[in-house]
C-alpha cells in the first residue's frame, strides 16, 4: 500500500514537472517569436530612417 502510494506522489509530481517544463519552453518559444519581429520591425525602421535622411539631404530642384 505504501508502495502504491509513493508511486502515485512520484506519478504526479513528474507530471506536474512536465506541465512546467512544456509552459516553460512554450514561453521562450513565444519571447524567441516576439524577439524576431521586433528586429524585424527594427529593421523596417532603419531602413525608413535612411530614405527619409537621403530624401531630406537630396538637393531640392527649384527656384530659390
Not at 512546467?20 to 514561453?27: A, K, L, P, Q
Not at 529593421?43 to 530614405?51: F, G, H, K, Q, V
Request: net charge negative; glycine share 8%; hydrophobic share 50%.
Amino acid at each position: 500500500m505504501t508502495f502504491v502510494l509513493l508511486a502515485v506522489m512520484v506519478v504526479v509530481v513528474v507530471g506536474a514537472l512536465g506541465i512546467v517544463v512544456v509552459s516553460f519552453g512554450n514561453s521562450i518559444s513565444r519571447i524567441e517569436k516576439d524577439l524576431v519581429e521586433t528586429e524585424e520591425d527594427i529593421a523596417l525602421l532603419r531602413r525608413d530612417i535612411t530614405d527619409l535622411q537621403r530624401r531630406v539631404q537630396a538637393p531640392q530642384g527649384g527656384t530659390q
